[in-house]
């Protein structure tokens, strides 16, 4: 079966439409040992940075019903690092390899987007507008459509013909707003949602679980969440748009394609088990046999709405 | 460097140790769990897989980390304590069942044949030791220190002191923990003037204490920390712990590193328990 997505038609074309999350996944390098990095859609990388970045404090994750609640703090060497040492070890050749970007204020962006714009390795840019914008004192890019289209129009600027995605999270008014600004603002592609926020608690410490208190939660938990903010964002937008949470099986990717996505990410699948993600792209064509879905195109956006029949 | 292996094995027999616990809850705390032997190339002391039951591939239950116990001709040995509700589905894994595994992870024990070496051990942290006494070429010049808030019996101790010397003591109470600490530290000194090293698992508590000595008395240690892990991979960045001025890479001194890839074995002088992070994004 025919699995290959066009996402910007001859300049990022995917194998299949399973990708990796950012933050879930490495570098990929990580996970060569658990199976062949080169049968995946595509790889989108740890959050990157321009200056190396410690994250935040301890304890930085735990588990909660369904899914993860995590902070923490993009921890990472830096763009330089990643460029001369992690991207050449990387078979950018074979799939593509797109970093997710992260920055406090727009000309950080840019100048992330300006550094990897010249890389062969790099097939298309991430930027995580959940980060904290220092001159909204702190509240997310993706918050309101002016401070997204500002953060997009400046990665789009120096991104050269990389395509660039637009991550959006749920911490916003309305998130197909938000997805119309970017897409207006230049944007190749909406990747939806960033993780949610939320706490937990632990009862017999009387302490939060996470170090610093607040964190994002993830997996299955979250499923039904990005699920409808890929059907409403879709609906809205003319671009590709890729579903980001919970996904955790083939049925799974089906579900966000009906929904109008046209590819999805695996975030902590990949956490419980490390080959989750190839297992998804194996048995993929097998699903879709037994659902007899011959064609990912012909299904997509494609939810019945109709009860009566 | 040993690459890791994911591989689905089957329970060959999961026993319960010591006694069940008191009051209506009653379960026991304490197994010996053992898996058909995985097709590992090889392992080291000190090493340890992550482990999730099978058939709940779609499950976002997490694995969890394991001490390798030890690896026989008929299979990986791995000792755990109930220590929370989400390790009860490992204490009913019975004969026939499957489990996901990967390993095996991190680093490991030095093992130095001709060097005094000093086994330090509270709880569940003497599960590595056994496997440790099978790669060391001459177990019985070993000295195992263990301290215990459960009684002995919840311990696999018989099967450790018939292979090496082993002193156990209670550190259930306040008293009882404050001598355990000094008969440990005696023990450092000794093992310093005669220029030996140490060795350490047990919970971060007690691996503070043993950090804090070997620093101040210069005695060569190594200790396997116990953080929180969601993947044993390197990527989740949960279960971090900051490297001092000592370590190897000086791009990454003073800075967190994984527990689960650059340890779970590091040298004490290699690691400052007493750093906090120092955060900020670039």
Request: some cysteine; charged content about 20%.
């Amino acid at each position: 079966m025919d699995l290959r997505v066009s996402l910007v038609k001859g300049r990022l074309e995917l194998k299949n439409p399973v990708l990796s999350a950012a933050g879930t996944f490495g570098s990929g390098l990580e996970y060569q040992d658990y199976g062949d990095l080169s049968t995946l859609g595509g790889i989108i990388t740890n959050g990157l940075t321009l200056a190396p970045c410690s994250g935040l404090p301890m304890p930085r994750i735990t588990e909660v019903p369904a899914g993860v609640l995590s902070a923490i703090g993009t921890q990472n060497d830096g763009v330089k690092q990643f460029v001369n040492e992690v991207l050449p070890r990387l078979p950018w050749n074979l799939v593509p390899v797109i970093p997710n970007l992260n920055a406090s204020n727009v000309d950080a962006f840019s100048e992330l987007s300006a550094i990897l714009a010249e890389e062969r390795g790099v097939a298309a840019m991430e930027v995580n507008l959940s980060c904290g914008n220092d001159h909204r004192g702190g509240y997310p890019f993706c918050q309101n459509p002016v401070t997204t289209a500002r953060a997009i129009s400046a990665v789009k600027r120096a991104a050269g013909d990389k395509p660039v995605i637009a991550k959006l999270s749920l911490r916003t008014m309305d998130i197909a707003e938000v997805a119309k600004a970017a897409e207006a603002a230049g944007a190749d592609i909406i990747s939806c949602i960033g993780m949610p926020e939320g706490m937990a608690v632990d009862v017999r410490t009387r302490r939060p679980l996470l170090g610093s208190v607040v964190g994002g939660i993830s997996g299955p938990a979250i499923k039904p969440m990005a699920l409808l903010s890929v059907w409403r964002v879709a609906s809205v937008v003319q671009i590709p748009v890729i579903g980001v949470g919970g996904v955790c099986c083939a049925e799974d990717v089906l579900e966000f394609i009906l929904a109008g996505a046209q590819a999805v990410c695996v975030g902590t699948a990949s956490f419980a088990d490390p080959s989750a993600i190839f297992r998804i792209v194996q048995n993929l064509p097998k699903v879709c046999e037994e659902l007899e879905i011959q064609d990912l195109s012909a299904i997509r956006g494609s939810l019945e709405l109709d009860f009566t029949r | 460097m040993i690459s890791p292996v994911r591989s689905e094995l089957t329970v060959s027999d999961n026993v319960p140790f010591g006694h069940p616990s008191a009051g209506s809850s009653g379960g026991y705390r304490f197994y010996a769990l053992t898996l058909e032997r995985p097709e590992w190339k090889d392992w080291r002391p000190g090493q340890f897989i992550m482990m999730r039951p099978a058939g709940a591939a779609d499950s976002p239950q997490w694995a969890r980390p394991f001490s390798i116990c030890r690896v026989t001709s008929q299979g990986l040995v791995l000792f755990f304590r109930v220590a929370a509700p989400a390790w009860e589905r490992f204490a009913r894994l019975k004969s026939g069942d499957k489990v996901v595994v990967w390993g095996p992870l991190g680093t490991s024990f030095d093992v130095r044949p001709d060097t005094p070496t000093l086994l330090l051990a509270r709880g569940i942290g003497i599960a590595p030791f056994a496997g440790y006494a099978d790669k060391h070429p001459d177990p019985a010049s070993l000295f195992l220190l263990f301290g215990h808030t459960y009684p002995s019996s919840n311990y696999p101790t018989d099967a450790m002191a018939s292979r090496m010397e082993l002193e156990n003591l209670r550190d259930h109470t306040p008293e009882e923990l404050e001598y355990f600490h000094t008969v440990m530290r005696e023990k450092m000194i000794t093992y310093r003037q005669r220029g030996g090293i140490c060795l350490a698992c047990g919970p971060i508590s007690f691996l503070y204490r043993v950090w804090k000595d070997a620093v101040e008395l210069g005695l060569p240690t190594q200790l396997s920390l116990e953080q929180r892990m969601a993947c044993g991979t390197g990527v989740c960045l949960g279960c971090v712990t900051v490297t001092s001025q000592h370590w190897a890479d000086p791009a990454h001194a003073g800075l967190p590193v994984q527990t689960c890839t650059s340890g779970p074995v590091f040298w004490a002088s290699d690691i400052d328990l007493d750093a906090r992070i120092p955060g900020g994004k670039g």
